[in-house]
């Protein structure tokens, strides 16, 4: 189970980095982040979902 979810994971944030948007949590609410308007902040996110990506494939 866990690792379909770390590859839905790992297809959504490849989907996000060739589409330029990503939705991020941020508190109670979440925010669509561009690749134009914020770069820095939009690879860390992809980052972040590939790295969650990876561990659900091999961790659990």
Not at 17 to 31: H, I, N, S, W
Not at 34 to 43: A, D, G, V
């Amino acid at each position: 189970m866990f690792k379909a979810l770390g590859a839905l994971v790992g297809l959504y944030a490849l989907y996000a980095a060739l589409a330029g948007e990503v939705y991020a949590k941020a508190g109670a609410l979440g925010r669509k982040v561009l690749r134009s308007e914020s770069p820095e902040y939009f690879w860390v996110i992809i980052a972040i979902y590939a790295g969650l990506a990876l561990a659900l494939v091999t961790v659990f």
